[in-house]
């Protein structure tokens, strides 16, 4: 937001205004005097859960068409052709 603000308003020079993460990093190493107190966007958010957790298949899933009986490949019914 700050980057965004300065370029908006012409505040610095474009090639001198650092990207927005490359600013939290300064503030968070402490080369800028602003602290994380000050920033009131940065507190707000959650971060995110980094553990990825794999899914399972919701859907339960009937027979496989792999496991048909062998009769109904013959398709001498009506029906199952």
């Given at each position: 937001m700050a980057?965004?603000?300065?370029?908006?308003?012409?505040?610095f020079?474009?090639?001198?205004?650092?990207?927005?993460?490359?600013?939290?990093?300064?503030?968070?190493?402490?080369?800028?005097?602003?602290?994380?107190?000050?920033?009131l966007e940065k507190l707000s958010h959650k971060p995110k859960d980094s553990s990825y957790r794999s899914q399972t298949n919701k859907r339960i899933l009937g027979q496989s068409i792999e496991q048909r009986p062998a009769e109904i490949d013959d398709r001498q019914t009506f029906g199952h052709w």
């Open positions: 980057v965004g603000f300065a370029t908006a308003h012409d505040l020079d474009p090639s001198i205004i650092p990207c927005t993460i490359t600013l939290y990093g300064w503030i968070d190493k402490g080369i800028v005097r602003t602290m994380n107190m000050d920033l």
